[in-house]
């Protein structure tokens, strides 16, 4: 009986150390999972705040507008790299919104307003894709708007346009901007 007894402990032992052998190794593949994730997503943030940089550095633009291009943008961008990949239109489509704001809003107002008018589908989508709600997608064009019509009011719209992309953490981390404008990019 004893013997009996001491064969069911150890079938109990071994079922119970067998279910948590399988429980570590799928824990261990969703780290691996996890860690390659996030690496790819390191990757594409680093990419895109790059290409942000690289553009932005061409252009004396309202802090507003480099706050939500280094920020919201980016992450879109970062998103859309993830996803889509560097040659889908998407992508292409979210780079182009950098582009041609930056040349609107060097040629003055009135181009500046136009191109917003051609731009705020692209807009939209892309600040939806990260989070962003109806409410504070509206309130970003509103900024933006005001802005060209009042480019002397940067300091006000730069305060607003920090509340707003405050209210959403950045892609893969926190938010990162301040009421000064955004902080310096994060390095991986």
């Not at 399988?22 to 996030?38: H, L, N, S, T, Y």
């Not at 790819?40 to 309202?62: F, G, I, M, N, T």
């Not at 051609?118 to 894709?129: N, Q």
């Amino acid at each position: 009986e004893q013997l009996v007894a001491f064969e069911q402990a150890q079938e109990e032992i071994d079922r119970v150390v067998g279910a948590l052998r399988k429980k570590a190794e799928i824990a261990e593949r969703r780290q691996v999972e996890a860690a390659r994730g996030r690496e790819k997503l390191d990757l594409a943030q680093a990419a895109a705040e790059e290409v942000v940089r690289e553009r932005l550095s061409a252009y004396r633009v309202p802090r507003a507008l480099r706050a939500l291009l280094e920020n919201a943008w980016t992450d879109s961008l970062a998103l859309a790299l993830l996803r889509q990949g560097v040659d889908h239109a998407v992508t292409r489509e979210r780079l182009e919104l950098v582009d041609r704001l930056l040349q609107a809003f060097a040629a003055g107002p009135a181009a500046a307003l136009r191109a917003l008018d051609t731009l705020r589908g692209v807009l939209e989508e892309g600040l939806a894709a990260i989070g962003f709600h109806d409410d504070a997608i509206a309130a970003a064009w509103d900024e933006l708007c005001r802005l060209v019509a009042a480019p002397d009011a940067d300091d006000q719209a730069v305060r607003s346009m920090s509340q707003l992309l405050q209210q959403r953490p950045r892609l893969g981390g926190e938010a990162r901007i301040s009421a000064d404008g955004p902080a310096e990019p994060r390095l991986f």
